[in-house]
């Protein structure tokens, strides 16, 4: 990092007071060499219900509706941050890559103009006014480290020049691989993401790197909440982060058996719950609730606590995951609230992996509906259904045509009705039945891109009425959505379990139904959710949306 960067202001070592994203107000201390060297910060108050929201006239990016559990509508004014002069900054990162045990070293993270260093890479755009943004800075750190000054910070990054250094102290605790993540947010929408790893080894030397992950974006407003979930394989752990306006939780490490056997039980359950049983409406519900309510108690307690804490508040959760994620998050069932429910009753919940962020405008391209050359019962129906909303396209029914369809990159919609057929501990070979087996294996790396002109919408509407139907947890990270949404899909729609063939094609009747009506995604895909359910199917939580809540499909016929 360069020397002639430096933080704001003489370095005299006197108290800088401001406020820090999760916190009530901050004093910073400058060493002698102008960089920020500490920062003491009081706990921001609980959550409480917010504000109401501003009109337009009092801020030009206020909101103009909300969805939730009352109805409303999404308002993307925050999001087109590009008609405010929208900036791209570099989060640039130095740390050590080698350190020795007991050692303490700093990590400097700035906002930089200029890429510096082979790792460094771009932000997602955000508007900066002439008095400069604040933008907030939260590391996470393995347990090899130790923080001894605040993890959580914030830079004032100026319009036409490089933001002021920030400084965090840490200490090395035991030898062993040890990672940082360091997370840049203006307000609520996540910039990037830099991850740093390091060996912690006797007789180390100090060496430096910089390493960037790409950025995802998350909604914000006082109303949305945003949990980072983040399993990791080789720890066999999973990590979990929440945050809102005014507030970061710090991250929680759980074992990953503690879930995934939970999981996989839960998915038999919700199997043979959607093939029939003999069951009452009343015993399928209780069933449900009882499923959910043991997935919630499995999360970490602050996670539950803030989730608690958030109903009546917060309307839009976006869950923000590995690739590889096998559990059903969406049926956590909250019991110690007013009215106690599932996820989906208190929020709109989405999902989207870590990445690249999603489009607020998709599939203004060709329509395609694919089904095989001998469909299941009611898919002939469904897409006569989806086309009276959206408008005709072409009929697919061998895997070259759908491959041809994705080549050609002119896609805007690819709606899927037919067999899903799994193959489990073997997710590219699982496949949808069409003249020859689709399988995932040929929505691979190869097509990285394809979809990228017009950002298409996937549903991938499998039914089944007697035959398994792989689900998203199942498939893993080769699943349907992470294929897609690689190559370039703006959004997808799919399932988390088995699912009735007649509710399915309700769900897809009501969604299109609510994008020809100009809702965004989010709005139409609740809507859609709650016109089928049922006490006694599991199909309507089944669904789960991989996109920005905000987003607008553009491909409908008007």
Known sequence: MSGAAR?????????????????????????????????????????????PAPSVADHPAALTGAVGAGGGDF?????????????????TVDAPTRVPPRAAFAVHVQFTLAARGAHCEPTRGFAIPEQGRWVSVDLSLTDHLAATSTTTARARVPRDADSDPLRFELVAMRE??????????????????????????????????????????????ARALTLEIRLDERRETYEFQIRGEGYTEKPVRVPFAHLDLAARGLQQQLDELARGTRYSELAVQTILAN?????????????QARLTQSVGAAERLSIV??????VPWELAYLTDVPAPGFLSDHFLVTRWPYG??????????????????????AASREIAQVESHVGNGQRLHTVDEVLRELASRRAGLMHFAAHNVPQFGRPAASSIMLDQPFTQA???????????ACRPLVFVNACSSNT?????????????????????????????????????????????AGLVAAQPLGAAFRDARAAIRSQGDPTWLAYTLYAHPSARYLGVDR
């Not at 500490?38 to 219900?49: C, H, L, M, R, Y």
């Not at 995951?321 to 096998?326: G, H, I």
């Open 7 to 51: 933080a704001g202001g003489p370095p005299d070592g006197k108290p800088r007071e401001g406020s820090v994203h999760g916190y009530a107000r901050e004093v910073r201390r400058l060493d002698a060499a102008g960089w920020v060297v500490d920062v003491v910060a009081e706990p921001a108050p609980p959550i409480a219900a917010p504000a």
């Open 75 to 91: 308002s993307d004014a925050d999001d087109h941050d590009a008609a405010a002069g929208a900036q791209s900054r570099h989060l």
């Open 176 to 221: 062993g691989e040890a990672g940082i993540d360091i997370k840049a947010f203006a307000d609520q929408q996540f910039l990037g993401a830099v991850h740093v790893t390091m060996t912690v080894q006797a007789g180390a030397q100090g060496t430096r790197q910089r390493v960037a992950v790409p950025s995802t974006i998350t909604p914000g407003d």
């Open 291 to 303: 499923q959910g309510a043991d997935l919630h108690a499995r999360l970490p307690r602050a996670v």
């Open 321 to 326: 995951l590995s690739d590889n994620d096998p």
């Open 356 to 377: 690249a962020g999603p489009p607020l405008e998709l599939g203004a391209g060709e329509r395609c509906y694919v089904l095989p050359p001998d469909p299941p019962s």
């Open 442 to 452: 040929l929505v691979g790396r190869t097509l990285e891109g394809a979809l990228d």
């Open 468 to 512: 398994p139907t792989p689900t998203l947890a199942d498939t893993g990270a080769e699943g349907w959505a992470t294929r897609f949404l690689r190559v370039g899909a703006g959004a997808f729609v799919g399932t988390l379990w088995e699912i009735r063939d007649a509710a399915a094609a309700r769900f897809a009747d009501a969604f299109y």
